[in-house]
Structure formats: C-alpha cells, structure tokens
C-alpha cells in the first residue's frame, strides 16, 4: 500500500521541489583556492596559473574558481598586489632594523637595496609575475598597486631627504625614482648574467658604487 502524502517525509514528497544547482560558494572555498594559486604561482610561477591545476589544488571545480575570481588575470593581479605590498613591508622592516642611531644616508639605502635583492632570491617566481603582468600594460597596475609602489618610493624619498642636492621636493621624488630604478636594473641584470661566483655579492657591489657616488654628490653644499 502506498503511503499518502502526509505520511511520506517533506523530502520525498512529489509535490516538494527538490533543490537545484550547487550549493553557494563559502569564504572557505575562497581562501582555499587563494591558497592553492598562492602555492602555485612560488612555486611555478605564472605558467601554474590555469584553473584546472588550481581547481585540482584546491578541492574545487574549475567552475569554482571562475565563479570565484572572474577570470585567472583577476586572480593574478590579486596575487600581486598581496606579493608587492608584502614587498613594501619588507623593506619597511628593513629600514626599521637599522634606524635609532646616527645611520648615514647611504647606508639606509644600501639596506633597501639589500631588502630588494633578499626578497627577489626568496620570492623569484612571485616576483616575477609581478614584473611581467606590470610590463603588459595599465590592465596590471592596479590604483591599489600604483599606491604601493608610491609608498616604496615614498621610503627612499624619506632617506634622501635630509642630503642638500635633494632639498627641493620635486627633485627628490625624481632622485628616488631614479635610485629605484638603478637598484631594480643591477639586480635584475647581475642576478641573470653575472659571471662572478656570488652574483648576489657582485650586485650589491655594483650598487654600492652607483649609491655610494650618489650620496657623496648629494650631500655637497649647493
């Protein structure tokens, strides 16, 4: 005998609509594929960045991770902004560690310089990602990135202030600039084509020159 409907359970009831579709995506499944693409973005750099590899990473469909992030540029320029403004901090920190006693000029910013290259030879592939979706155009850069990178700039600026050549603010900021892209340079060259045995010790080398001849000229009377 077939039960009638008021004796059969709300869920086995014809007339009870059964649910359709997945169930919603949770902050947890977020932070898991954050994880995953984190993990593989060290560790293979933007060649791991598709999303089956960070769907199968994960625990995720790969419609997950579209549902989640609307497309793999997404996640990887948030993947950026979290490594540049762990690489802002860093050198915060760095320059944190010396300051308190009567440190010159140009050795607060050899101590950037160092904070630079430590943190590319620890986060090459990472850091990597952020160069080369940087070079790619305005659809990589961010405000929230164009305002980290003002801050880094900011911190050398904040070193160089009281050298008399850079008295003026305009020149300062251009000086900083300048000695940012100097430091990037060298790294980036030395580290890929030096033939010496310590690479990393030839660029600081290199560096110290660059900084060193800077500063000595800066910190003349004008």
Not at 1 to 11: F, G, R, T, V, Y
Not at 46 to 61: K, V
Not at 160 to 180: G, S
Request: aromatic share 4%; hydrophobic share 45%; net charge neutral.
């Amino acid at each position: 005998m077939k039960p009638s409907p008021a004796q059969c359970p709300e869920s086995a009831r014809p007339d009870t609509p059964k649910p359709r579709g997945r169930p919603g995506l949770t902050e947890q499944d977020r932070g898991a594929a954050l994880q995953a693409a984190r993990k593989l973005l060290a560790t293979v750099g933007l060649e791991g960045m598709q999303a089956r590899a960070i769907a199968r990473e994960a625990g995720l469909s790969v419609g997950s991770i579209y549902k989640l992030f609307g497309d793999i540029e997404a996640l990887v320029r948030l993947l950026n902004l979290e490594t540049h403004r762990e690489f802002a901090a860093h050198h915060r920190a760095a320059l944190e560690a010396i300051d308190g006693g009567a440190v010159s000029a140009e050795a607060r910013l050899m101590a950037l310089a160092r904070a630079y290259l430590d943190f590319v030879l620890a986060n090459g592939r990472r850091w990597d990602a952020v160069l080369r979706t940087s070079r790619r155009g305005e659809g990589g850069r961010s405000a929230d990135y164009v305002q980290s990178e003002e801050g880094l700039f900011a911190i050398v600026e904040s070193v160089i202030a009281d050298l008399p050549r850079f008295a003026d603010p305009a020149l300062r900021a251009r000086a900083a600039r300048a000695l940012w892209a100097s430091v990037h340079g060298i790294i980036s060259v030395t580290l890929a084509n030096s033939r010496a045995s310590d690479p990393a010790a030839d660029a600081l080398a290199q560096i110290d020159l660059i900084l060193g001849a800077v500063t000595r000229d800066a910190s003349l009377p004008q």
